[in-house]
């Protein structure tokens, strides 16, 4: 199995542009979630999907931040505009059946916004 | 509020000794406490994890002892080796079969010299 599969591995930006971070998980897993991870505040889960369908996205910091999950083998996190302060890791992590037990993270998107 | 505090923030250790990683919880609904090993430029991996009606859970070197009175619980590395270096972060997981709102410590930085 190919793991949960992210891209890019990197991307920096200029602060007002538009940010697309993509995400694969394990076939056959049903719920997805988006973490973005800091320094100061670590791990944050910023929405959780199940079958598809957005459960809890009260993590997302703002407005500027949406995820949308197509099909049960892709989902987009999308910053727009990003501003400096997104500058993080951000970790899409898959599980099978519901819930966050035995989550599976992909190596992340290293995300600098200049 | 920090439902999980996780201390040291760093650690170092010599190879063959022991590595302890301490983590405190306040919710004493959780029921389901993992851990997870980072690698740099890695997503985290779970490591091992226990459930609160037993005290002590082992798989090979890695061990977790738990205390639910004190709410506590703990990592235990046995003949720490150079390659286990890497940040190590705990969580907790509330109850309910499809409960996903995992909460993690903010991690140990452990380096394990020769």
């Known amino acids: 199995d190919a793991g949960v599969i992210q891209s890019p591995r990197h991307e920096v930006t200029e602060m007002g542009q538009e940010v697309t971070l993509r995400c694969k998980p394990i076939?056959?897993?049903?719920?997805l979630f988006w973490y973005r991870q800091t320094m100061m505040r670590g791990l944050e889960l910023l929405i959780y999907?199940?079958?598809?369908?957005?459960?809890?996205d009260s993590g997302m910091p703002e407005d500027r931040f949406s995820a949308k999950m197509p099909n049960a083998s892709f989902s987009t996190l999308k910053i727009q505009p990003s501003e400096p302060r997104d500058s993080a890791v951000y970790f899409c992590?898959?599980?099978?059946?519901?819930?966050?037990?035995?989550?599976?993270f992909g190596s992340g998107t290293q995300l600098s916004v200049l | 509020q920090q439902q999980v505090k996780q201390s040291p923030q760093s650690l170092i250790v010599q190879k063959g000794g022991i590595s302890i990683i301490n983590c405190a919880y306040e919710n004493t609904a959780f029921d389901y406490f993992p851990w997870y090993q980072q690698f740099p430029g890695k997503g985290p991996a779970l490591l091992i994890a226990?459930?609160?009606?037993?005290s002590e859970k082992k798989e090979g070197r890695f061990t977790i002892s738990f205390n639910k009175s004190a709410k506590q619980f703990s990592l235990h590395i046995m003949d720490s080796q150079p390659g286990d270096s890497a940040t190590y972060f705990c969580a907790a997981n509330p109850p309910g079969a499809g409960s996903y709102q995992l909460t993690f410590g903010k991690g140990t930085k452990l380096s394990v010299i020769p």
């Open positions: 992590a898959s599980s099978r059946g519901q819930g966050s037990e035995k989550l599976f």
């Open positions: 999907f199940n079958n598809n369908v957005p459960i809890d």
């Open positions: 076939s056959g897993h049903n719920s």
């Open positions: 226990i459930r609160p009606d037993v």
